[in-house]
Structure formats: structure tokens, C-alpha cells
């Protein structure tokens, strides 16, 4: 038997109950492709499959400290952060993150649940934009984020902005639009690098954004380059979203273990 490591990614997000988004789902996707999950917890929420209720953040200094203990003790392959609680852990993320530039950085901004609850006000988002984004490997925003968040209504225009304040690559992922299929676009400073279609499927599901950012972060922890994790991503959020249940009464769930 070896005794080898599996890559290690470290998740910042928010406890969801349900397991269906937040931290949660990063751990299940984490260890779904291989790689051992880290994770910092940046809030607590009361949700289920429905919508989320309330959210109390995590203290700052606590951020901090979760995170530079596991730095201290464990190699990380991967960074990937969700939904951060407020500006004062924007800012505690992107710090620890910035003493690790060599490290890849997957960035889901979350600012709203699937029904729409608000989970980033506007002192947060704009410590995003300033602190995070130009620290983010590859950012993963629906197009609704993409769109507030580079206050443009073009996709490409989003993308434009957003590789300007930063990031190295963006993905937009096109649940929110119309179509048949969801349409997702990858772009980096050249402009879009792919565009992969996938059928759209008939159920509404929590926590497919986040499983597509930490699969990211795995299989960039693995040895991929953006352009592959991302596809790699892609593909597998996409068959356990295909392969959901509905274990309450709102929201489908991804089966990250649809393989076993």
C-alpha cells in the first residue's frame, strides 16, 4: 500500500447543512476526484434545499487562524474560495492567499443563493473585486455574477473587465441564459480561449457552482493546466448534476459519487 499524499486543496466557504452547497460540497467533490479537501469555515447558515435563511460570518482573526495552522503543517496544491461572509474575511482570505502566489487560486463569487437570497452585500463584493480577483487563477461566476460583477451586460464585455482587474482566466457558466443547452465560455487575456455546450437538464439543482469551482481546484491540484481543469470540471459537475436527487422538498442535489 503507498503511503503517497493525495494533493491537498484548501476550501474557504460557508457551512451548508443540506450538503449541497458550501463547504460540504467542496469536501465531496475534493475527495470525489482524488484529492485530500482542506477547509477553512467562513460562515454558518441556516438552509435547506429551499433557500437560505440567515448567515452569521466566521470572525476574521479566525479565517486567519484556521488557515495559517493548515498552512503550517500541510503542502497545498490548491486554494479555492466560495462564499466568504463579509469584507472583513474577504480581506483575511486575501491576505493568507497572497503570501501563497505560487498556488492556484479558483474563485466562485457567490453572491446570491439558487432562489436568490443575498449572500454578498456590497462592502463584500467590492473587497472581492479590489482583493480577490486579481489574486484568482480562474474565476467561475454564473453570467448574473459576471454581470454585476464587471457592471456590464455582454458576456464578453463581463470577461473583459474581469481579466483586466485580474484574473488570469474566467469562466461563465450560462445556467441563467436561454437555450437548450448551457453555454459556458472560457476567457483569458487573448480573449475566449473554448466554449463547451452541455444539454441543459430539466431540474433546478443547489450547488452545481460550487461543485464546478472545486472540481477546478482539484484537478489543477493534480497537474492540469486551466484550460484541461476547467474542461475536466466541466464534465464531471455536469454528470453529477445528471445523476441529482431531490432528498427534500426544494432543490436537486449533485451526486459527486455518481462513479460508485
Known sequence: MSSRSPAAVLSFAASDPTGGAGIQADLLTIAALGCHPLSV??????????GVERLLPIEAPWITAQAERLLADIPIAAFKAGVLGSAQNVRAVSEVVSQHGEIPFVVDPVLASGRGDPLAHDEA????R???????????????????????MDLGDCARRLIDQGC?????????????????????????????????????????????????????????????????????TW??????????????????????
Open 130 to 152: 479590489e482583493l480577490i480577483l486579481p489574486q484568482a487563477t480562474i474565476l467561475t461566476p454564473n453570467s448574473l455574477e459576471a454581470r454585476r460583477l464587471a457592471d456590464a
Open 239 to 260: 454528470q453529477s448534476l445528471a445523476a441529482g436527487f431531490k432528498p427534500g422538498s426544494g432543490q436537486y442535489l449533485p451526486n459527486r459519487f455518481f462513479r460508485s
Open 41 to 50: 469555515i467562513t460562515a454558518l447558515t441556516v438552509q435547506d434545499t429551499q
Open 125 to 128: 463584493i467590492e473587497a472581492l
Open 168 to 236: 488570469e482566466y474566467v469562466l461563465i457558466t450560462g445556467t441563467h441564459e436561454a437555450g437548450a443547452d448551457v453555454v459556458n465560455s472560457l476567457y483569458d487575456a487573448s480573449g475566449m480561449v473554448r466554449e463547451d455546450r452541455w444539454p441543459r437538464l430539466p431540474e433546478s439543482y443547489h450547488g452545481s457552482g460550487c461543485t464546478l469551482a472545486s472540481a477546478i481546484a482539484a484537478e489543477l491540484a493534480k497537474g492540469l493546466e486551466p484550460v484541461e481543469a476547467a474542461q475536466a470540471a466541466q464534465r464531471f
